[in-house]
């Protein structure tokens, strides 16, 4: 996937400030955080700093020279937060995890790729789960520690899997 997909997009909902009209605004926000998780899959980013993203193509436009303030981002990402995309490291809003995928969701890819490879009632390290051999290729290989375990716990609560801690840190079963 290229970057031209979001110069276009840019384009689209690229201003410099905020639209006044809610109905004009809710739908600048929308593309806007359509626009954020897109370029964070891409990147596969899952930390993000707000002073950071000012700068990134996402929010700075060089050909038109137009760059949205932080106080606008921090307004996108506030609505990334409420629909459970985003979580804010500190209270000065100044760093964020982004989750582009929920971690339902990894935990539905990785119980399906456990069931499709017959690996039900197998125990994983969470290190072999995210970055061994065996899930190269998989969307969730190189899955960040704490994503990872969000999506365990998800696995867990619906009775899929349990996380046990091993001689060399955590592991998980899988049912």
């Known amino acids: 996937m290229s970057m031209p997909y979001i110069s276009r997009f840019v384009c689209f909902v690229f201003s410099d400030r905020l639209q006044p ?7 600048q ?3 806007w955080c359509s626009l954020v998780l897109s370029y ?3 990147h ?3 930390t993000v700093d707000v002073m950071e993203a000012q700068e990134s193509p996402v929010f700075n436009n060089k050909k038109i020279e137009r ?3 932080v106080e606008a981002i921090q307004v996108v990402f506030e609505e990334l937060r409420k629909k459970g995309n985003l979580e804010w490291l500190d209270k000065n809003k100044s760093r964020c995890l ?3 995928r929920r971690p339902e969701e990894w935990g539905k890819l990785i119980y399906q790729w456990v069931s499709k490879n017959g690996m ?7 290190y072999e789960l995210s970055n061994g051999d065996d899930t190269d290729g998989e969307e969730f290989h190189g899955l960040e520690d704490w994503m990872l375990q969000r999506s365990l716990q998800a696995l867990q609560t619906e009775g899929k899997a349990e996380i046990i801690s091993m001689d060399d840190g955590k592991g998980v079963k899988f049912f």
């Open 98 to 100: 982004v989750m582009w």
């Open 67 to 69: 760059k949205l303030p």
């Open 40 to 42: 964070c899959r891409h």
């Open 120 to 126: 039900n009632n197998s125990v994983f390290t969470l």
């Open 44 to 46: 596969k980013l899952y």
């Open 21 to 27: 009209n809610v109905d004009t605004r809710q739908k």
């Open 29 to 31: 926000l929308a593309a």
